[in-house]
T-cell receptor
Framework: DAGVIQSPRHEVTEMGQEVTLRCKPI?????LFWYRQTMMRGLELLIY????????DSGMPEDRFSAKMPNASFSTLKIQPSEPRDSAVYFC??????????????FGPGTRLLVL | GEDVEQSLFLSVREGDSSVINCTYT??????LYWYKQEPGAGLQLLTY?????DMKQDQRLTVLLNKKDKHLSLRIADTQTGDSAIYFC????????????FGTGTQLKVEL
């Protein structure tokens, strides 16, 4: 299996621009997670989906952030407008499910975002 | 607090054993995980332990779980320079949905 795929791997943009991060989970996995990693705050869960439905978005920092999962093999995390404090590494992860031994999450390589 | 705690740094000599410690928050957590992050890379799942186990061994890795003290450790035998990375422990607390709560990470430096 190719593992979790994220694109782009690196993104540099200017403040105010829209940023779209993409994720393809492992085939057959029903749950998808978006995390953000910064030096100051470590790893934070932003939102997660199960069977394409958002389950918990309480970690999304503000309305500038939105995430969608239109089908089982694709999700996007969008920041509009972007700000310098959004600079971080954004990870996508997927798991078979949410319980019953299916909770183990596998991470993608991350997207390194720099907002100037 | 709800923090999963780890020491920030560990330095060992190549060939020695490394022990990375973690104190987690929820004694009812079902699974506890160890992830490895190399510089500039994503998180790689190393191993996990189910809460009804005290120990799990996987080649050079040994995980010990002390549920009473909510203490988890990762032992790496015969540590190699390629083991230099940041190691995160993580738990899924009961009632936390499926939210992985990560520790702060321990940076392991392996010296020749």
């Amino acid at each position: 299996d190719a593992g979790v795929i994220q694109s782009p791997r690196h993104e540099v943009t200017e403040m105010g621009q829209e940023v779209t991060l993409r994720c393809k989970p492992i085939s057959g996995h029903n749950s998808l997670f978006w995390y953000r990693q910064t030096m100051m705050r470590g790893l934070e869960l932003l939102i997660y989906f199960n069977n394409n439905v958002p389950i918990d978005d309480s970690g999304m920092p503000e309305d500038r952030f939105s995430a969608k999962m239109p089908n089982a093999s694709f999700s996007t995390l969008k920041i509009q407008p972007s700000e310098p404090r959004d600079s971080a590494v954004y990870f996508c992860a997927s798991s078979l499910g949410l319980a019953g031994g299916q909770e183990t999450q596998y991470f993608g390589p991350g997207t390194r975002l720099l907002v100037l | 607090g709800e923090d999963v705690e780890q020491s920030l740094f560990l330095s060992v000599r190549e060939g020695d054993s490394s022990v990375i410690n973690c104190t987690y928050t929820d004694s009812s957590s079902t699974y506890l995980y160890w992830y490895k992050q190399e510089p500039g890379a994503g998180l790689q799942l190393l191993t996990y332990i189910f809460s009804n186990m005290d120990m799990k061994q996987d080649q050079r890795l040994t995980v010990l779980l002390n549920k009473k003290d909510k203490h988890l450790s990762l032992r790496i035998a015969d540590t190699q320079t390629g083991d230099s990375a940041i190691y995160f422990c993580a738990e899924i607390p009961t009632g936390g949905g499926n939210k992985l709560t990560f520790g702060t990470g321990t940076q392991l430096k392996v010296e020749l």
